[in-house]
């Protein structure tokens, strides 16, 4: 009759674990390190986003704060900007009209139906994005900002920048061209080109474009806005963003 090996290693072993007074668990499936991570990185984003809204909450305060300032004597609201905050895209407008004035939101009424569309056109929803304005209240009769006021505001639009953080800023006419980058030239000369920006020490993808209320003007320029957007269609696969 043959005798039956005995495994000296797994008796071994076992007095090993015994004498150490750890509770082991052996179990046969396997860990899902990639939900861990996962719940990790949620766990993250979650915390990003309440320091936004954080720091959003302080920036609107700060802009409240402005003593003297004749557009915002003249305001109803003080419009900070809408949208998602976690958004790869950032739009910046020129300046608040009398339906945002009145709603308290961005991209109001036509002009709002507008942008709609043109964003549709390249496959973005507007809420999936962020919109914001160069100057937060709306100028008197809706004029346009003089390079004063544009100037004044264009240190809260720059945090507002680092807040939000985007992979792509679209500037939509020449007071948030003019606010950001300092041009004062026409629109037709400088839209459709991608700039590099820095903003407190990071780079950010910028181009000019036509505000939706000039198209709703001057309809015969839409083509070119058209341009612009697939322009920045071709920007969003070449970042591989997911908006």
Known sequence: MSKKAINQKTNFDSEFLNSTGSDFIF?????????????????????????KVKELTDLKEQINSISDCNLKNNSKKMILGDGNINS???????????????AGLTFMGEVGDLLKKMLIAINIEKQNIYTTYAVNFRPPEDRKPTSTEIKRYSQFLQKHISIINPK??????????????????????????????IVKNTSYNVIITFNPSYLLRAPENKKHSWDDLKKIKQKILELKLSI
């Open 88 to 102: 790869s895209i950032m739009i910046i407008g020129e300046a608040p009209g009398v339906e945002e004035d009145n």
């Open 168 to 197: 792509i800023i679209i500037l939509m006419g020449s007071t948030a061209m003019e606010s950001l980058t300092g041009l004062n030239s026409k629109i037709s000369i400088e839209r459709g080109k991608w700039k590099e920006v």
């Open 27 to 51: 179990d046969e499936k396997p860990i899902n390190r990639l939900k861990n991570t996962s719940n990790v990185l949620k766990k993250d984003l979650s915390i990003q986003k309440l320091d």
